[in-house]
């Protein structure tokens, strides 16, 4: 499996930005993708997930104001950040998991400006 994420950017504090995340290979082995984020001298940390069967769990800083989704027929997972604020300022990367393995893509940098 290999994870292709995108569409980081620098923002204005209360923007929006929508990230991607393209899958390929055996996508069929995929079960749940997750948003992970890196902020600078910060441990990664899980930001969202969505399952197969498309449940969704978020972490409390974003609940309210991020929504993943997933576009099976594309292979591709989405996270729409909205209301965003310089705390959300990190490395994007996602992730995804199969029976018996996970998957890292390459992370996409997201600037938050006050």
């Known amino acids: 499996v290999q994870l292709q994420a995108s569409g980081g950017g620098l923002v204005q504090a209360g923007g929006s930005l929508r990230l991607s995340c393209a899958a390929s290979g055996s996508t069929s082995s995929i079960n749940t993708i997750g948003w992970y984020r890196q902020a600078p001298g910060k441990q990664r940390e899980l930001v969202a997930t969505i399952s197969s069967r498309g449940s969704t769990n978020y972490a409390d800083s974003v609940k309210g104001r991020f929504t993943i989704s997933r576009d099976n027929a594309k292979n591709t997972v989405y996270l729409q950040m909205n209301s965003l604020k310089p705390e959300d300022t990190a490395v994007y990367f996602c992730?995804?998991?199969?029976?018996?393995?996970?998957?890292w893509g390459q992370g996409t940098l997201v600037t938050v400006s006050s």
């Open positions: 992730r995804a998991f199969t029976l018996v393995a996970d998957y």
